[in-house]
Every structure is written in structure tokens, then in C-alpha cells.
T-cell receptor, first 114, second 113 residues
């Protein structure tokens, strides 16, 4: 069974600085999807970024980028120029290419200091 | 607002009550999902519906009964719940079941007394 591990329960970053959230996963599949979701205190889970495993190029969305290391099964999220609104719980998730099931990590709480 | 709404946002019920959670998506999606988010545990998929047909039941106890009358609406009927069922219940939808990104609703915070 696939598993997703987020080893950092909590992280802090100064406003305008850069922070990297770690995620590793375990799978025997060669093609799959990886996601980062953000859950602010309002509880609405929001998609941050998505990566397709067959694409070698790292996905980027404005201030958010990933470092996808397929061989190492690592999928870290980098947030540049951190803003107060980035404070949230961040979840890493995995999905088989043709599957319905999202497998989530335990989450990382990100605190942004002004 | 992501186009997926859930009601109620908060629910307190006794173990002998029967209640229902409602999810509605306004995105034209064909797949809908129920997830459970408990404290200190990763989100757990409960049920998946594709084009109104249940395609996955992740070993969920029968005291949780889903219903999908059409592609826009998803219900979770609750009866004789236990205190350990207290959690945030999240609904999600995607365009198709397998290849598309899931979009989440705000969740229903359920407390079972």
C-alpha cells in the first residue's frame, strides 16, 4: 500500500522568507500524481500544486514550487516570499494515475511570523 | 469558495440520533468523495461515487450510509454513531474519477456526545 510521510509536524518562517516543507512517499507504481493541499484555519482544503510523476520538470505556481525527486520518492514544497496568508496546515498527497484514492500525509503546520 | 458546499458546518448529535450531512458541487463534476479528518490522523477516504455509482467503500462501518442521488449532490446519513466518530467530514469532487484533481468543501465538524 502507498504511504505518504511528512516528517515535520510544525514549521515556522519569517514573513518574506523562504521555507521548504518535506514529503516522502512509498509506491511501487511508476506513474502517479502528487499534490500539495493547504488547509487554513477556515478549514477549506485548497489545492496548491500538482505534479505528474512522468513529467521531470518541477511544477510551479507563482510563489510555490516543488522539488520532485522521483528516484528518492521525495516531493518537497518551497514557498518563496512567505506571506501571513500562507499560514495553514499543508498536506502532501499521492494518487495512483488511474485511481480515485488520495493518500494523505499527516500534515505540517506552517506558522508565518511578521 | 471552491464551488463545493457542505451543510451543516457544525453538528452535535447524541449516539442515538439520526442525522445527515449534505454536500453539493457547482462545478459540473462527475465524481464525489467523502473523507474523514480526525485529530492527529491523516485524512481517510471513506466513499467514492462516479456518475452516481459507488465505486469505493474504504471499509467504512455501516453506521455511515452514503447516498448520491445525482452527480451534484452527495449525502452521508449517520445513525447510532460513537464518540470516536467525532471528526471533520470533508466532501470533495472531481471532473472524472481517476485523472482529475479533487476540490474540497469546507467540511462539517461533527461532535458525537
Amino acid at each position: 500500500a502507498q504511504t505518504v510521510t511528512q516528517s515535520q509536524p510544525e514549521m515556522s518562517v519569517q514573513e518574506a522568507e523562504t521555507v521548504t516543507l518535506s514529503c516522502t512517499y512509498d509506491t511501487s507504481e511508476s506513474d502517479y500524481y502528487l499534490f500539495w493541499y493547504k488547509q487554513p484555519p477556515s478549514r477549506q482544503m485548497i489545492l496548491v500544486i500538482r505534479q505528474e510523476a512522468y513529467k521531470q520538470q518541477n511544477a510551479t505556481e507563482n510563489r510555490f514550487s516543488v522539488n520532485f525527486q522521483k528516484a528518492a520518492k521525495s516531493f518537497s514544497l518551497k514557498i518563496s516570499d512567505s506571506q501571513l496568508g500562507d499560514a495553514a496546515m499543508y498536506f502532501c498527497a499521492y494518487r495512483e494515475k488511474y485511481g480515485n484514492k488520495l493518500v494523505f500525509g499527516a500534515g505540517t503546520i506552517l506558522r508565518v511570523k511578521s | 469558495e471552491t464551488g463545493v458546499t457542505q451543510t451543516p458546518r457544525h453538528l452535535v448529535m447524541g449516539m442515538t440520533n439520526k442525522k445527515s450531512l449534505k454536500c453539493e458541487q457547482h462545478l459540473g463534476h462527475n465524481a464525489m468523495y467523502w473523507y474523514k479528518q480526525s485529530a492527529k490522523k491523516p485524512l481517510e477516504l471513506m466513499f467514492v461515487y462516479n456518475f452516481k455509482e459507488q465505486t469505493e467503500n474504504n471499509s467504512v462501518p455501516s453506521r455511515f450510509s452514503p447516498e448520491c442521488p445525482n452527480s451534484s449532490h452527495l449525502f452521508l446519513h449517520l445513525h447510532t454513531l460513537q464518540p470516536e466518530d467525532s471528526a471533520l467530514y470533508l466532501c470533495a469532487s472531481s471532473l472524472k474519477g481517476s485523472t482529475d484533481t479533487q476540490y474540497f468543501g469546507p467540511g462539517t465538524r461533527l461532535t458525537v456526545l
